[in-house]
């Protein structure tokens, strides 16, 4: 063989080890690629995880605040039930029964959320407390309140006059938002002749009535521009100066 000839096998000898090699790396590099490749596929993995716990870490966090703000407005509402406990023991007099207040500060809270319908005539059709559920929701939109009444029902036995619709309402300070503006039933079409009163304990309205009785015996004896008004939920005499 010439040595022409084994030089041509020698250099194609090399190039195909050359070529091997080439390939190789080829492999080697695209496992590089695939696990790089591997690794930001998990890396966005994990951030998505990241992200999603942190959502609800901040999801739990909120809800923590509001539970500990419910917790300081209950405790606040019990400080204050505790502090008009204390000041009515103390008030007591010897003969009082201790008992009989605790009933009416208890009866208060329960009542706190009611108020009275006067003069709302009685449908035959049932079911009847549907009805006048609607018929309350209607005359609360007839004054500008957007309050919807937690129950409604009826009072007493069926007579010849409308019984007496007692609500129940979402909140106490909606009683006192319906009692500003009740006066704005006069001026309605369908509901001017609707009275509406807060609903007071037996002693709340003997009180009521004795008030109104002084303010009668002060207007006779000469006194003027004389009106009750409520300080703290207290009906009083005031007057105009």
């Not at 018929?135 to 004054?143: A, F, G, P, Y």
């Not at 509901?191 to 807060?198: F, G, L």
Request: charge should be neutral; hydrophobic fraction near 30%; include cysteine.
């Amino acid at each position: 063989m010439s040595t022409s000839t084994n030089e041509t096998l020698d250099t194609n000898e090399a190039l195909k080890q050359i070529l091997e090699t080439v390939n190789e790396l080829k492999s080697t590099q695209n496992k590089i690629i695939t696990s790089i490749n591997s690794c930001r596929e998990s890396n966005e993995t994990q951030e998505k995880k990241y992200v999603i716990i942190e959502s609800k870490l901040d999801t739990l966090s909120n809800q923590l605040a509001e539970v500990i703000s419910e917790n300081k407005t209950l405790k606040a509402k019990i400080e204050q039930i505790e502090g008009k406990i204390t000041t009515l023991e103390t008030a007591a007099s010897p003969g009082t029964n201790v008992e009989s207040v605790y009933s009416e500060l208890m009866d208060r809270q329960s009542q706190a959320r009611n108020i009275i319908f006067f003069n709302k005539q009685e449908f035959n059709s049932l079911p009847d407390q549907l009805t006048d559920t609607l018929t309350v929701d209607e005359i609360l939109k007839s004054i500008d309140l957007q309050i919807n009444p937690v129950s409604v029902r009826r009072l007493g036995k069926q007579s010849n006059k409308p019984r007496p619709l007692l609500t129940t309402l979402p909140n106490s300070s909606d009683v006192f938002e319906v009692l500003k503006v009740k006066r704005k039933l006069l001026s309605t079409a369908n509901y001017k002749d609707i009275r509406i009163a807060s609903d007071r304990t037996t002693q709340q309205r003997q009180y009521f009535t004795k008030i109104v009785s002084q303010l009668k015996q002060r207007s006779d004896a000469g006194e003027d521009n004389l009106f009750i008004r409520y300080i703290n939920n207290v009906p009083t005499i005031s007057k105009n100066l």
